[in-house]
């Protein structure tokens, strides 16, 4: 029931592209993409509903494919904000379950 | 717009001890309400869930419990804390039972049993 995603960590330079994958085995409604600091809660990203949607939001923006049940983040010209713990959060057609994804560790360095 | 008080920031409870964490919300009515827990260095587990007062769905078999005695109020509870309860517990709500705009967080509960 939990989404997977891939990689599991990554390490970027400043400036430099990265992207997160998010599958689910479940048809979705929506996707959400949240970045998490050590020790502190989730900060929303975006939402993207059925529909095939593609958001972006400053260097960051995703897209959702509902028939392969997936959705990627894209990070562009990464900062040293970027840095964290990225999860994608999944609801599907049938309940009111949320998952949350296995998350991803970006760190990004000078 | 919505926030959720969840209390205590921290806790150390010895093995056997039992636990009770509330969660709060304001700013909207009916939500969803979610319990996640997160040990160290993993993803966000989902723990349960409540779609109105008195109805809870539990994801995994342990030995924690949740209720929902009011409408914006969360309880995760436990009679007898394992060593491996130890967490980060995160209470979360979306509002009018819908998933079309974010999910709010409290600021979670660091758990170490010992």
């Known amino acids: 029931q939990q989404p997977v995603q891939s990689p599991q960590a990554v390490i970027l330079r400043e400036g430099e592209d990265a992207v997160i994958n998010c599958s689910s085995s479940k048809a979705l409604y929506s996707v959400h993409w949240y970045r998490q600091k050590h020790g502190e809660a989730p900060v929303f990203l975006m939402i993207?509903?059925?529909?095939?949607e593609q958001k972006g939001h400053e260097k960051i923006s995703a897209s959702f494919n509902e028939k392969k049940q997936q959705s990627s983040l894209y990070l562009t010209a990464s900062q040293l904000s970027y840095s964290g713990t990225y999860f994608c959060?999944?609801?599907?057609?049938?309940?009111?379950?949320?998952?949350f994804g296995t998350g991803t560790s970006l760190t990004v360095i000078p | 717009s919505q926030t959720i008080h969840q209390w205590p920031a921290t806790l150390v409870q010895p093995v056997g001890s039992p636990l009770s964490l509330e969660c709060t919300v304001e700013?909207?009515?009916?939500?969803?309400l979610y319990w996640y827990r997160q040990a160290a260095g993993r993803g966000l587990q989902l723990l349960f869930y409540s779609v109105g007062i008195g109805q809870i769905s539990s994801e995994v078999p342990q030995n924690l419990s949740a209720s929902r005695p009011q409408d914006r109020q969360f309880i995760l509870s436990s009679k007898k804390l394992l060593l491996s309860d130890s967490g980060f517990y995160l209470c979360a709500c979306s509002s009018d039972g819908t998933l079309n705009t974010e999910a709010f967080f409290g600021q979670g509960t660091r758990l170490t049993v010992v």
């Open positions: 993207l509903l059925k529909g095939g």
């Open positions: 959060g999944t609801e599907s057609d049938t309940g009111n379950q949320f998952y």
């Open positions: 700013g909207t009515s009916n939500p969803n």
